[in-house]
């Protein structure tokens, strides 16, 4: 299985400070939405030194909910390590904003059940 990393475009000013006052409502209604759909993750989920807001560790996705600090160059070079630490695990991120989560959570939903069916499918694989 081929270890992957999927970023969002950087966001505008208006955008910024919808997130700021957002965040934990996104997440809340993301887990919501999750369990209606029938999917399980873990939420909070520590790997080594780095959380993740969703984990399924038997299908190997982590979801992380980035609010406008990520948009930063210093941030966003903190986060190498973790990347490059997670993709030697195999593991696939799925990185969305608050932002996208309170405007369109069925892109959302679709984009989290295409990669289920992919880890099922590369489960199988021998």
């Known amino acids: ?3 992957q990393i999927v970023l969002h475009q950087p966001e505008s000013e208006k955008v910024i400070r919808y997130s700021l ?7 809340e209604e993301l887990y919501k ?3 209606e ?3 399980f993750f873990d939420r909070n989920y ?5 959380t993740f807001d969703f984990y399924a560790p038997l299908l190997k996705i982590a979801i992380e909910i980035d609010g406008y600090a990520h ?8 986060d190498e390590p973790k990347t490059l630490y997670i993709q030697s695990l195999g593991i696939t991120v799925l990185k969305f904003t608050d932002y996208q989560i309170l405007v ?8 989290v059940k295409h990669q289920i069916k992919l880890s099922r499918q590369s489960q199988y694989v021998v």
């Open 46 to 50: 520590k790997i080594n030194n780095y």
């Open 21 to 27: 006052n957002n965040s934990i409502p996104a997440t």
């Open 104 to 111: 369109d959570i069925e892109e959302i939903i679709r984009a």
């Open 1 to 3: 299985m081929r270890s």
């Open 33 to 35: 939405r999750f369990i």
């Open 71 to 78: 948009e930063f160059s210093d941030v966003l070079s903190q």
């Open 37 to 39: 759909k029938g999917f």
